[in-house]
């Protein structure tokens, strides 16, 4: 997974003060999950990417009990294609890493252009977003979604 797309919205749902659990298939608590740091150059080679989860059947399974139980899911840049694999996706609005717009669009989503790449979007209990730079409107999507107010 990359770092800073699942790093960067726990942190900050934590600062929020909300208890977060992160899950990752075949580890225990307090079991560490292999992360990348790239930028939207150069070569990396992913142990656990969405190509992967996707074909876990606990993944797939959790994904749609979320997601048929209306609770919030909140997915960047590739993850959409978890969302695909376990059919969620059929008449929801959301973008994603341009590069899974077929796998969205196939899955019978509506295709919204993530322009500029920062874009984010909310469909229901589903936020979407299509890369790192987006985690600011990404994560106040999420706290709008979740009714988390900030005030000063």
Known sequence: ???????????????????????CPNKGAGDKC???????????TY???PEYLALNEKVI???KEFM???KPVASICHGQQILAAAG???????????????????????????????????DGNLVTG???PGHPEFVSQLMALLGIKVSF
Request: charge should be negative; aromatic fraction near 8%; hydrophobic fraction near 45%.
């Open 61 to 63: 399974a959790l994904v």
């Open 34 to 44: 292999p992360t990348a740091i790239h930028d939207f150059e150069g070569d990396q």
């Open 68 to 70: 048929g139980q209306g």
């Open 130 to 132: 299509a890369a790192w």
């Open 88 to 122: 969620v996706l059929k008449g929801k609005k959301c973008t994603a890493y341009p590069a899974v717009k077929l796998n969205v669009v196939l899955a019978g989503a509506t295709w919204l252009e993530p322009d500029p790449i920062s874009r984010c979007f909310t």
């Open 1 to 23: 997974m990359e770092d800073y797309e699942v790093m960067v919205p726990f942190q900050s749902l934590q600062a929020l003060g909300c208890h977060v659990d992160a899950v």
């Open 47 to 49: 142990r656990r990417a």
